[in-house]
Each structure stands twice: as structure tokens, then as C-alpha cells.
């Protein structure tokens, strides 16, 4: 993909501005908005994207996938991967992981976080908004978010962010192809291999109870699949489970 850079010293959030440019004409595909600061990140479910100034790397990725848009689940699990390839290559001794549906662990800590923004017309998807946050060279994190790592406090080096950007840019790139290219049974597999915890016994809140179940994948429609002790099956949204560290 040919990647179009929008750099911005400082912004509300990489996403709203995404869409606000889709609001007025189609940039091209492959376009990515890429700021130092936002001064309002948005992360899921309202919460904010803590990232000091300079640090990180928070961007958002404008794409116009053709396929169906109940294969949205793919394209997520997709990029997803494109970024456990990327901290992979660059973090090899390390267990690199992703924990449902889209952020990107190391051990047992948060290195990025991904907000996907789809429009639907119809069956289709009209665009797709890929929002990445990924720690980088902060070390120090001071909002109340769980559990933030990054890439320098795990090595203890500096990364050059425009070399990263572009490197990660390059995973995704290859990971958007497969799907492009229909390997989805690819995608899937591969993202199984790397869910953080797959069948490892923990206990979870699961629709306000504490439950112990093991993580035994995702379906069609992007749900986390579990089983419990007495081997019942139990399905999950995002907003019904919570893991317990
Ligand atoms: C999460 O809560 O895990 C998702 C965080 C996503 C943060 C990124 S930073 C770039 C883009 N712009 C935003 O406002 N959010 C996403």
C-alpha cells in the first residue's frame, strides 16, 4: 500500500480528524494522519489515550476495504497482527501477545491500544478508521490506566518514531494484503497462536460475576469464546468481561 503522511504538531485526536477530512472529500487510501500531541486521545469505550508529547507514536490509518462488512472481525484481528509482527521483530525475546479483541500486550502489560471507526453503507464497509496509540519511548505514565508499558522501559533503548512508523506501517500493510488476498483461515490461525492466554485457566468477571474459564478462541462475529470448569460454553462481547490480573 502507498502510505500518505499527514503530520500534525498537535491535535484533538488523530481519529476525529480522520473523519472530519472523510466529512469534507476521500483522501486516498492508505492515508494516515500522524501527530506529536493529542490533546484529547480517545481509547474504547470513552475512555482517553494517555501519550506524552513526542514520545509515541498515535496515528490514525484511513482505509476503504471492498469486502463485506461482516469480514470486519477479520480486518481487525488483521491489524492486530500486523502490529504483534512488528513489536516481534523488534522486541524478539519477549512475549508479545494480543489480548481480545485488539490490544497489544507484552507479558502481561498494555503496549498499544487500537480504536477502529467503521462507516457501513449497506453490506459494505464505506471506510475504516484504524487508530493506533503505541508506547514507545515514554516511562513514566500518569493516568490511571491498568497497566501501561512500552517498548523503551521493556529494552531500555530509544526508538527513532519516524523509522517505527514506517516500519510498522510496513506489518500492517502485509497483514491488510492477506485479507485483501482472502487468507482468511491465515489470519485466523495466526491470531489464535498469539491470543494472550488462550487455554490458560484464569478467572475473569464475566456479566458481573467472577468466573474461572479458559480462553478457547473467537467466532464469526468476533465474540471471546470460553469454557468453564463444569465445561459450559460461555460468549462474550466486549462490554461483558473484564480480566482479572
Ligand atoms: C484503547 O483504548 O485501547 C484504544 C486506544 C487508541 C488510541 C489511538 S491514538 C491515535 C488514535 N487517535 C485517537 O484519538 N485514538 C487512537
Redesign the pocket.
Known amino acids: 500500500m502507498n502510505y500518505k503522511l499527514i503530520h500534525l504538531p498537535e491535535v484533538e485526536?488523530?481519529?476525529?480528524y480522520a473523519i472530519t477530512m472523510l466529512a469534507q472529500n476521500r483522501p486516498e487510501e492508505g492515508s494516515v494522519v500522524v501527530t506529536d500531541f493529542?490533546t484529547?486521545?480517545?481509547?474504547?469505550?470513552a475512555?482517553t489515550?494517555e501519550?506524552e508529547k513526542g514520545k509515541n507514536l498515535?496515528?490514525?490509518l484511513i482505509l476503504y476495504p471492498t469486502f463485506a462488512a461482516d469480514q470486519q472481525f477479520v480486518l481487525n484481528k488483521a491489524i492486530s497482527l500486523g502490529i504483534n509482527d512488528f513489536l516481534k521483530s523488534e522486541l524478539h525475546y519477549y512475549s508479545i501477545t494480543i489480548k481480545w479483541p485488539n490490544?497489544i500486550y507484552i507479558n502481561d502489560k498494555?503496549v498499544c491500544?487500537?480504536?477502529i471507526q467503521n462507516s457501513v453503507l449497506g453490506n459494505k464497509l464505506d471506510y475504516v478508521i484504524v487508530?493506533?496509540?503505541l508506547n514507545v519511548n515514554q516511562t513514566h505514565f500518569i493516568s490511571n490506566a491498568p497497566n501501561p508499558v512500552s517498548m523503551k522501559m521493556t529494552s531500555g533503548l530509544e526508538y527513532n518514531l519516524e523509522q517505527m512508523l514506517y516500519k510498522l506501517l510496513q506489518s500492517i500493510s502485509k497483514r491488510y494484503d492477506q485479507v485483501k488476498a482472502g487468507k482468511i483461515k491465515k489470519i485466523e490461525f495466526d491470531y489464535l497462536n498469539v491470543l494472550y492466554r488462550l487455554m490458560e485457566w484464569h478467572d475473569y468477571f464475566i456479566k458481573g460475576i467472577v468466573i474461572r474459564a479458559k480462553i478457547t478462541g473467537t467466532n464469526d462475529y468476533g465474540q471471546l469464546l470460553l469454557e468453564t470448569e463444569s465445561e459450559k460454553v460461555v460468549v462474550c462481547d466486549h462490554k461483558e468481561i473484564k480480566f482479572i490480573f
Open positions: 485526536s488523530t481519529n476525529t493529542q484529547n486521545g480517545k481509547g474504547t469505550e475512555n489515550w501519550s498515535t496515528f490514525s490490544d498494555k491500544g487500537i480504536l487508530g493506533i496509540g
